[in-house]
Each structure stands twice: as structure tokens, then as C-alpha cells.
């Protein structure tokens, strides 16, 4: 199994709701990512899990709030969220290095705020 | 702060044709690595070709190289008898605790 995948595939929500988006890989990566992608944008680190301990938070607001259960499945916990957060959340895992290991990446999550 | 740019937003080749992206970074480190990376209008990014920057040897994967310039700070990529399949978005990415992506260019493969 070498794929990265994400659920939901799309999400719309309001201001005011809480949701969730899911990441979840079997090839036994150490490191998983999340990004955020606008369109015609490259995708912007968000988060960074090694070893499900958060290594790199970029200055992300609160209102985006990640998890790593377990080294298999990160999750991006979504509360108050304002219509500028719409965009494409890609989540990624790689080995473990945080250097030279490939990223793989999930076919994302598109996220509209109303 | 590492930076990474794509001076080509747009770039156009000929079916079986070859094509060279351009990338340049900027970084005060030694020890980083190089992507490429492919979008399709599916999203989903993809792998192209990875080049660490402690080897002098210019990677290679099939119809895709790269030109690496560690001085220059170079890091194109050559795509040879370009296919319909290959258009994409491009991504040139710089990894070293955390991964940088270029701008993009935007391929359009004409039969």
C-alpha cells in the first residue's frame, strides 16, 4: 500500500461549525504534513508530526488544530474557521528524515467556508 | 529564509519535444535536498525526481533529468519526448528541516 488517503473529499461548512479532516497511510511513515494549497498557489506547510510529536508549527492561527492518534493517522480539527481558509488541505507522510526522504502526497481535501 | 523560484509561470512544448523548468533557491546551508514535483489537474502531487545536493552527479529518471547547479543554485528540469500525459502543474521544492515549494509552472503539451 503506498497511498496517502483523505477524507472527506469535500467539505463545505460555516463559519460557526467544527469538522474534522482525516489522513491516513500504511507505509509505515514516522513524519506526516499538512498543507494548504489556494488556487494556482504552491501548497504552504502547515504542520509537520515526527514520530506523532508536532515538530513544526508555522504559525498557524488556533482555529486549526492537528492530531496524530497514532503513527498512521493525523487529523486537522477545524473550529471557527473564516471564509479565507477555503482552499485544497493536502496532507503528506514520509519515512521518518526530515530531509531526504519523499513526501507522499494524498489527493487532498477542498474546504469551502461560507 | 530559503526561498524558491519559478521565473516561468507558463510553458508550452511540442508532443515528443523537450522542455527545460527552470528552479533557483536561495539557502546559506549545505545539506538540503531537491524536488520535483508533478500536479495534474486531478491534485494530486506527485514525485518527479529528487537530486540530494552533497552528490555532483545530475539525477535521472527515465524522460526526466535535471541540471543541478549547486553554485549557480540551479535546479532545472529536462523533460525529453514530452507526453500528453506530462501536463501538469511543476513544483520545484527545497527540503531541509521543513519543504519549500517554487510558484509552479503551468506545462501545456500540444499534440
Known amino acids: 500500500d503506498t497511498e496517502v488517503t483523505q477524507t472527506p473529499k469535500h467539505l463545505v461548512m460555516g463559519m460557526t461549525n467544527k469538522k474534522s479532516l482525516k489522513c491516513e497511510q500504511h507505509?509505515?511513515?514516522?513524519?506526516m504534513y499538512w498543507y494548504k494549497q489556494k488556487a494556482k498557489k504552491p501548497p504552504e506547510l502547515m504542520f509537520v508530526?515526527?514520530?506523532?510529536?508536532?515538530?513544526i508549527n508555522e504559525s498557524v492561527p488556533s482555529r486549526f488544530s492537528p492530531e496524530c492518534p497514532n503513527s498512521s493517522l493525523l487529523n486537522l480539527h477545524l473550529h471557527a474557521l473564516q471564509p479565507e481558509d477555503s482552499a485544497l488541505y493536502l496532507c503528506?507522510?514520509?519515512?521518518?528524515?526530515?530531509?531526504?526522504?519523499?513526501?507522499?502526497f494524498g489527493p487532498g481535501t477542498r474546504l469551502t467556508v461560507l | 529564509a530559503q526561498t524558491v523560484t519559478q521565473s516561468q509561470p507558463e510553458m508550452s512544448v511540442q508532443e515528443a519535444e523537450t522542455v527545460t523548468l527552470s528552479c533557483t533557491y536561495d539557502?546559506?546551508?549545505?545539506?538540503?535536498?531537491l524536488f520535483w514535483y508533478k500536479q495534474p489537474p486531478s491534485r494530486q502531487m506527485i514525485l518527479v525526481i529528487r537530486?540530494?545536493?552533497?552528490?555532483?552527479q545530475n539525477a535521472t529518471e527515465n524522460r526526466f533529468s535535471v541540471n543541478f547547479q549547486k553554485a549557480a543554485k540551479s535546479f532545472s528540469l529536462k523533460i525529453s519526448d514530452s507526453q500528453l500525459g506530462d501536463a501538469a502543474m511543476y513544483f520545484c521544492?527545497?527540503?531541509?528541516?521543513?519543504?519549500?515549494f517554487g510558484a509552479g509552472t503551468r506545462l501545456t503539451v500540444k499534440p
Open positions: 508530526y515526527s514520530y506523532e510529536k508536532l515538530s
Open positions: 521544492a527545497y527540503r531541509n528541516n521543513d519543504m519549500r
Open positions: 537530486q540530494e545536493a552533497y552528490k555532483q
Open positions: 507505509m509505515g511513515h514516522r513524519a
Open positions: 539557502t546559506s546551508e549545505s545539506d538540503y535536498y
Open positions: 503528506a507522510s514520509s519515512r521518518s528524515s526530515p530531509i531526504k526522504d519523499e513526501q507522499f
